[in-house]
C-alpha cells in the first residue's frame, strides 16, 4: 500500500534551517508529482511545494518562496523540503504528498521555529 514517511522536523530557532525528508513507496514514485503541505496549530492544510517528475521543475507558494528549496531523489524514493530562514509562522506540521491538497500524505513531522 501506498506510504510516506516524513522525518527531519524539530524545533529551530528564528532565521534558522532544517531538511526534511520523505520516503515514498507502494508506488513508482518516479512517475509522480509531490507536494509538500502544512497544517499550523488550529489551521487548515496550506500547500507549500511541488516537485514535477524528470527534470524536477518546482513551484513554490508565495509564503516560502526563496527561502524553501524542494527537490527529489528518484533511485531513493525521497523528496526533500531544505528550509532556510525560518519564521515563527513556519510552525507547522509538514507533511509530503501526492496531491495538492493533502489528501493522500504521511503522518506529518512537526517543525516549530521559536526563540
Known amino acids: 500500500q501506498v506510504q510516506l514517511v516524513e522525518s527531519g522536523g524539530g524545533l529551530v530557532q528564528p532565521g534558522g534551517s532544517l531538511r526534511l525528508s520523505c520516503v515514498a513507496s507502494g508506488f513508482t514514485f518516479s512517475r509522480e508529482t509531490m507536494h509538500w503541505v502544512r497544517q499550523a496549530p488550529g489551521g487548515g492544510l496550506e500547500w507549500v511545494s511541488l516537485i514535477y517528475t524528470g527534470a524536477g521543475g518546482t513551484v513554490y507558494a508565495d509564503s516560502v518562496r526563496g527561502r524553501f528549496t524542494v527537490t527529489r531523489d528518484d533511485a531513493k524514493n525521497t523528496v526533500y523540503l531544505q528550509m532556510n530562514s525560518l519564521k515563527p509562522e513556519d510552525t507547522a506540521v509538514y507533511y509530503c504528498?501526492?496531491?495538492?491538497?493533502?489528501?493522500?500524505r504521511g503522518q506529518g513531522t512537526q517543525v516549530t521555529v521559536s526563540s
Open positions: 504528498a501526492r496531491d495538492r491538497r493533502g489528501t493522500i
